[in-house]
Structure formats: C-alpha cells, structure tokens
C-alpha cells in the first residue's frame, strides 16, 4: 500500500487530486510505501483533507446523496491533532481561532 492510497483509506471520500495535493504540499512522497513508521505524517495528512472537507457542500445526484457533517469532520480533525500536540485552528462551533 502507498501512502496516498493509505490516506485515502482514511476517509469515504474520493478526489484523488486533494489528496496528492496535501501530501505535495506536506512533503510526503505518496508513491512510497506506506509502514506503521508513517503513521503519524498520514494522519497529519488526513486532518488537511477533513479541514477541506468542512467547507463540502451537499452532493446529490438523482437517488444518491452525499453529506458531510461539519462538526463530526471538526471534531475527528481536533483528535488527530490533540494525539500529536497540534493546535486545531478551530473552535468547537467550526470558526476559525484568532
């Protein structure tokens, strides 16, 4: 498994250009394979790709309907960041910390 695809494994959601994106831009090469070793800079990963995500909107086409919730998204985001001592950059209600 690679990098990319382990962060992709992370989370029901699918834009494979966010997530090459954020691990560009985290320095993270993600044709390289992923190991327990990686744990921590893919989960940093994840918690750039659920900030993106809080700002979704609803998805719908015809019987298929996708909503993300933006606390549950904020909330996961801050435990990622808690576990590695990292300010969130958000408050519980979702906006944004002076």
């Known amino acids: 498994m690679t990098k ?5 494994s992370q989370v ?7 997530f090459a994106k954020v691990l560009i831009d985290k320095g993270i090469d993600g044709t390289a394979t992923y190991s327990i070793a990686n744990v921590k800079e893919i989960d940093l990963a994840l918690a750039e ?11 719908k086409e015809g019987s ?20 590695y001592n990292k ?12």
């Open 64 to 83: 298929h309907h996708v909503k993300y919730s933006a606390s549950q998204l904020i909330a996961w985001r801050k435990t990622i960041l808690k576990k």
């Open 12 to 18: 029901e959601y699918s834009n494979t250009n966010l």
């Open 49 to 59: 790709v659920l900030s993106v995500m809080v700002g979704l909107p609803d998805f």
């Open 4 to 8: 990319l695809e382990a962060l992709q």
């Open 87 to 98: 300010a969130s950059g958000y408050s519980v209600n979702g906006r944004a910390r002076r």
